[in-house]
């Protein structure tokens, strides 16, 4: 059965902070890792990963996948209070469907 | 990126009865998906739905609770049938692109 592991599942920091958030899986066929970000209802696209080492980049966010070790990371650095979020972790396998994680809670404190 | 709307936005229910959401999207996809994430917890993906076909149910969801209905390329209906508490959650209707999977703003039901 496809896995899909994020830890911690909650965190608490200070404005500037710097986190990092995993993401761990086990799965069929491997196509992609997706990292959303959850506010309210609907998840927000952040990157999709595909290739091993190479870091997606946008502003105070970055991450990157190790498929031999399968895992990802994604850091935000410098956090602000509208950082506060659910990060959500999503691997796709085979057909188009996602396996998502349970996610990580981070609220970011002023 | 797509554009996709689902309605209604939230409503609340009585046990027993049915709702059927509708997602609507603004381009011709070929695949739908359909999630539900109950409170405190992650997305769980209820059936993909194909125009032109029946939809392809996961694990745990059938379709005569879930029917789904897909009459075009832009649209979908999921029904929530015979309600009962446990199907409190938010329902999001999903496209796949190339580049990723978006979401639809979600349908936060309540079953009382």
Same mark, same amino acid.
């Given at each position: ?18 986190? !990092? ?18 506010? $309210? ?14 870091? $997606? ?9 190790? $498929? ?8 935000? !650095?410098? !956090?602000? !209070? ?22 990580? $809670? ?5 | ?59 745990? +969801?059938?379709?005569?609770? +879930? ?7 832009? +649209?979908?209906?999921?029904?929530? *049938?015979?309600? *009962?508490?446990?199907? *409190? ?7 796949? *692109? ?15």
């Amino acid at each position: 059965e496809d896995k899909v592991v994020q830890s911690p599942l909650s965190l608490v920091v200070h404005e500037g902070d710097t986190v !990092t958030l995993n993401c761990s899986y086990e799965v069929t066929n491997f196509r992609s890792l997706l990292w959303y970000k959850q506010e $309210k209802k609907a998840p927000t696209f952040l990157f999709m990963l595909t290739s091993s080492g190479i870091e $997606k980049k946008s502003g105070r966010l970055s991450s990157i996948l190790d $498929k031999k070790e399968l895992f990802s990371i994604l850091n935000i !650095t410098a !956090t602000q !209070t509208g950082d506060s979020a659910i990060y959500l972790c999503a691997v796709g396998s085979g057909s188009e469907k996602l396996v998502f994680g349970k996610g990580t $809670k981070l609220t970011v404190n002023p | 990126s797509a554009v996709i709307s689902q309605k209604p936005s939230r409503d609340i229910c009585q046990r027993g009865t049915s709702l059927t959401i509708q997602c609507q999207v603004d381009s011709q996809v070929t695949m739908m998906f359909w999630y539900r994430q109950q409170p405190g917890q992650s997305l769980t993906l209820i059936a993909t739905a194909n125009q032109g076909s029946e939809a392809t149910y996961e694990s745990g +969801f059938v379709i005569d609770k +879930f029917p789904i209905s897909r009459p075009n390329l832009t +649209f979908s209906t999921l029904t929530v *049938s015979n309600m *009962s508490p446990e199907d *409190s959650s938010i329902y999001l209707c999903s496209v796949a *692109s190339p580049e990723t999977q978006y979401f639809g703003p979600g349908t936060r039901l309540l079953v009382l």
